[in-house]
């Protein structure tokens, strides 16, 4: 199962774009990657999906290199209220395992 | 919205006790999950069904039960409490397919004392 890594913690300023990286080294032909965002005392949630290249949505980019053993989640001008846990998951497919890592905690500042 | 709501925000149990956690979601989805989540180890996959009465074991099943008698409802069982499964225990479904988006529900805290 491909096991993904993260920067543990992150800070940033409002305004600022804010770029975390994830590597899974191991990632197989069918798996996507999927990021979520997790808040304190709630469940993480959907931000992004992607298999190759990028993917743009209202809320982030996604970038994925030709080898796909990386991929960076991009945020465009973060806010205070983007201070969360963000979280890089690779689908296992046909098996419906993912594979959530520790999440890499960021903070905004004002 | 999808809705996947759990039984309790919040409860307090005894070690030896049997600790059922209820989730429900409402949008028919195929795939349930069970997570905990502890700090520092992120979240951590117990159990999952890919439909009614079907499981398969997680990373980490061992102390844990699953229970899905309907398309709606995934319950997670503790057959008797430790203190070492105190954590947030976060349920989530998902449409059929492994590249499905999960939706997560608010998570329920247990302290087993």
């Known amino acids: 199962l491909a096991k993904t890594t993260q920067p543990i913690s992150m800070d940033s300023y409002e305004g600022q774009e804010v770029n975390i990286t994830c590597s899974h080294n191991n990632i197989a032909t069918n798996d996507y990657i999927t990021w979520y965002q997790q808040f304190p005392s709630q469940g993480p949630r959907f931000i992004i999906q992607g298999y190759k290249t990028k993917v743009t949505n209202e809320v982030a980019s996604l970038f994925i290199p030709a080898d796909r053993k990386s991929s960076t989640l991009s945020l465009p001008r973060v806010s205070l209220s983007d201070t969360a846990v963000y979280y890089c998951l690779v689908g296992t497919g046909g098996t419906y395992k993912y594979i959530f890592g520790t999440g890499t905690r960021l903070k905004v500042l004002a | 919205d999808v809705k996947v709501t759990q039984s309790s925000r919040y409860l307090v149990k005894r070690t030896g006790e049997k600790v059922f956690l209820e989730c429900v979601q409402d949008?028919?989805?195929?795939?349930m999950f069970w997570y905990r989540q502890d700090p520092g180890l992120g979240l951590r996959l117990i159990y999952f069904?890919?439909?009614?009465?079907?499981?398969e074991k997680g990373d980490i099943p061992e102390g844990y039960s699953v229970s899905r008698e309907k398309k709606e409802r995934f319950s997670l069982i503790l057959e008797s409490a430790s203190t070492n499964q105190t954590s947030m225990y976060l349920c989530?479904?998902?449409?059929?397919?492994?590249?499905?988006?999960?939706?997560f529900g608010p998570g329920t805290r247990l302290l087993v004392l």
């Open positions: 949008m028919d989805h195929e795939n």
């Open positions: 069904s890919y439909d009614v009465k079907m499981k």
């Open positions: 989530a479904s998902s449409l059929s397919g492994s590249a499905e988006t999960q939706y």
